[in-house]
């Protein structure tokens, strides 16, 4: 038997769903600070944790609209299929990549490796981004 508690003035059934997918908002919650590396805040001031919450916020959701963006499509790098990544794959098969700064002709290109497979994956990113 189980039983709810709640100040919710809405129908039974929409309060059931609106705690069903508690579990998913955990694991946002966690894989934001585990994974962005803020689990202890710097400071003991308010507003220095504040800027870097607020950065931290940022740095997430571009994160994840990169991994959406990227990861999921057939270009993707991964090795098997999902509807989203966690942002610390994100950051490996994205961002952590053996790259250089090269002029040449007076413009800066970025060169990977011969072998990076996440080469077609910044491609079409640049492409979607630079059209809108």
């Known amino acids: 038997m189980e039983g709810w508690w ?5 129908p039974n059934q929409d309060i059931m769903d609106l705690y069903s997918d508690h579990g998913t908002s955990e694991q946002f919650h966690s894989e934001f600070k585990t994974d962005m590396d803020i689990e202890r805040l710097p400071s003991g001031k308010f507003a220095t944790n504040k800027l870097v919450l607020s950065c ?3 740095a997430y ?4 609209f990169l991994g959406q963006e990227a990861l999921t499509g057939k270009d993707a790098p991964i090795r098997h299929k999902a509807k989203r990544r966690r942002i610390r ?3 490996q098969e994205l961002m952590y990549l053996a ?4 002029e040449s002709g007076r413009r800066w290109k970025l060169r990977f490796s011969y072998n990076c497979r996440a080469v077609t994956v910044f491609k079409v ?8």
Not at 125 to 132: D, G, V
């Open 61 to 64: 959701n571009i994160l994840r």
């Open 125 to 132: 990113l640049y492409q979607r981004l630079a059209c809108t």
């Open 56 to 58: 931290s916020a940022l």
């Open 6 to 10: 709640t100040s919710l003035n809405l």
């Open 89 to 91: 794959t994100v950051m």
């Open 99 to 102: 790259a250089r700064f090269v």
